[in-house]
């Protein structure tokens, strides 16, 4: 198949890259260590970053949106994060012990995340999730859990199905029926149906991205939050924030702090080690409990069982400690909410300058392109178009829109959008705005527009 203007653009920048994939796809699946990281017909490879701009082996600047998958809210390299973690590899990477910075890691989720109670850190935000699942079981005596579609929640067992495919119901491949059977997916724009759901009583937990699926990308309706918290809690179910991406950046204390809807339990990863491996599920202290010795022992009932190499691995923490610090009195945030505002604002204006039907929203620090085909029809209404008419787009549109941002110097995420950094410049999002406007071009003239 022969390579299109934009292909051939990317591939000419890019021949560094283009020679470390063939090295990749011989030891790696793909070549990739990661989903999102999949680009035909190579990804970029990194070399260094710092601020809110990375490189690539062929020496090629970006402007970086994909933020280390959300993890960068400071952006890349912040000098007192690097000297904590500096300090910390210098003294040891793992002392199999505990160490007081765990402790006060822990004292600043409290300190911040209003359910935060008690805490437990874990490797991830996969792990982080698959603990309050089983911490809800124990706390309930129930089997089944209630998720939303396309809201994600990591890759394991339980929260496959309802992602990205399986919307209906169904076996993901993988996992066993008898584990799918577990997990409902239900659509949140049709509330009747999940409050109907929960009334049964039936529910060990219900969990959910509180800003909507992809960080915002399918937003919740209004009030959703405050009738699911209400649902929720007379039907005895445990509900479950995934703030792995919301947490902390937000607000300092995550969705729960903006809308005062405080849930049982809440997972955290990517901001709260600062950029380092690292999650955690927190929560009310009686629902922790579970993972208590004494707490079991007075109850005279089974302690969840709960190892971990690198929960709270001494850099991870040290990372954490001083990347909360930075956040806690919000100033990074509004400096990133400030900077995705006038980006938002920008694009939309590209659009409208050329007459593109496509939309540009989000909230906070994130900003989301809607690509659907009927966006002609206004106003934008996200629970009109649904979940497959907001990640609707015309097929390899998106894979050539990121191709085309990628050889104008920006990098977006994929679906397509991307995350600010307080590090990012007003210069940045000129740039990037002006980078917009060049890929269109592109695109218009390879017959996409």
Known sequence: MTAGLIET??????????ELAVRARAVLPSGIVHDSRHLTPHPVYATHAAGAQKWDADGNRYIDYFGGHGALLLGHNPPAVMQAVAAQMAKG????????AEIAWAEAIVAMVPSAEK???????????????????????????LRFHAHYHGWQDDMTAGYASHFNGGTVIGVPAAVAAQTVALDPYEAAGVEAALRTKDFAAVILEPLGACTGKIPLETGFLERLRDWSRAAG???????????????????????GVIPDLTTLAKIVA?????GAVAGRAEILGGLDFAAAERAGRQKIYHPGTFNAAPASAAAGVAT?????GGAPNRAADALAEDLRRGLAGVLAARGVPWHVYGEASAFHLCLAPDLAARPFDPQRLGRAGLQAQPPGLARLLRMAMLVNGVDLSGWPGGLLSAAHTPEDIAETVAAFDASLDLLQEEGML
Do not use: N, W
Request: charged content about 20%; aromatic content about 8%.
């Open 93 to 100: 990477t793992h002392f199999a012990a505990c160490h007081e």
């Open 9 to 18: 653009l990317y591939a000419a920048r890019t021949a560094r890259s283009a």
């Open 119 to 145: 805490v437990r850190f874990h490797a991830s935000g996969s792990e982080a999730t698959q603990m309050a699942l089983r911490l809800a079981r124990a706390f309930t005596g129930r089997d089944r859990v």
């Open 237 to 259: 179910t445990v509900l479950i924030f995934d703030e792995v991406i919301t947490g902390f950046r937000v607000a300092p204390g995550g969705v729960q702090e903006k809308t």
């Open 324 to 328: 909360l610090a930075a956040i806690r």
């Open 274 to 278: 600062g950029g380092q491996p690292g």
